[in-house]
């Protein structure tokens, strides 16, 4: 019903840059908060930043003033400008969707993208 994907990701040396873009579909009227997420190996899944639809922000210690979750709510997309790069930022990184209204109602629960590596590595 609502489909994330996620594209940008990549090898990138480190102290470079990357943005990382996510395109819902699936009859959406509105998305109530938008969020990026990493997993790297044998780590739990964290949040990276998010969004909400009235404008709030949230980063995570581990990347606050290195990153910048922007949304465009006319096309459904969520982009995740992330700086100065180190090794340990390499991980899979995820979109997720909460409160999600369609045509057929609102989805409370969170979707989430396939995820896109990326990889920070001379």
């Known amino acids: 019903q609502v489909q994330l994907v996620e594209s940008g990701g990549g090898l990138v040396q480190p102290g470079g840059s990357l943005r990382l873009s996510c395109a819902a579909s699936?009859?959406?009227?509105?998305?109530?908060?938008m969020a990026w997420y990493r997993q790297a190996p044998g780590k739990q899944r964290e949040r990276v930043a998010s969004?909400?639809?009235?404008?709030?922000?949230d980063y995570s210690d581990s990347m606050k003033g290195r990153v910048f979750i922007s949304r465009d709510d006319a096309k459904n997309t969520v982009h995740l400008q992330m700086n100065s790069l180190k090794p340990e930022d390499t991980a899979v990184y995820y979109c997720?969707?909460?409160?999600?209204?369609?045509?057929?109602?609102?989805?409370?629960?969170?979707?989430w993208g396939q995820g896109t590596q990326v990889t920070v590595s001379s």
């Open positions: 699936g009859s959406i009227f509105r998305i109530g908060v």
């Open positions: 997720e969707v909460e409160e999600v209204r369609t045509t057929l109602g609102t989805i409370l629960d969170a979707r």
């Open positions: 969004l909400t639809i009235d404008g709030s922000t």
